[in-house]
Nanobody, 119 residues
Framework: QVQLVESGGGMVQTGGSLRLSCAASGRTFNDMAWFRQAPGKEREFVAVHKWSSGGRNYADSVKGRFAISRDNAKNTMYLQMNSLKPEDTAVYYC??????????????WGQGTQVTVSS
């Protein structure tokens, strides 16, 4: 049974940092990604990583502030979030299975972790 479990969310002030983790079990994935969804908004792409090439892609809104990384030995993906802004407030989801910026392309999802940035 494949599972993705996120952790590391919380509340932080503007300018602060958080590191999210996504632990996968049941199989390994070449492609893993982060998405987020704010209340009343569609789920949006944050970052994606391809293990075989090290390729990464980021949403323009997070470039230079967020960094996606992987530890294959632990079958875990991370999202280091720096210089956080109130508009980063959302539920953050990890996803796996394809290298895509479109959430509907993904079959595997975690349960989500809340990130709240206060001004």
């Amino acid at each position: 049974q494949v599972q993705l479990v996120e952790s590391g969310g919380g509340m932080v002030q503007t300018g602060g940092s958080l590191r999210l983790s996504c632990a996968a079990s049941g199989r390994t994935f070449n492609d893993m990604a982060w998405f987020r969804q704010a209340p009343g908004k569609e789920r949006e792409f944050v970052a994606v990583h391809k293990w075989s090439s090290g390729g990464r892609n980021y949403a323009d809104s997070v470039k230079g502030r967020f960094a996606i990384s992987r530890d294959n030995a632990k079958n875990t993906m991370y999202l280091q979030m720096n210089s956080l802004k109130p508009e980063d407030t959302a539920v953050y989801y990890c996803a796996a299975g394809v290298y895509s910026t479109y959430w509907r392309d993904y079959d595997y999802w975690g349960q989500g972790t809340q990130v709240t940035v206060s001004s």
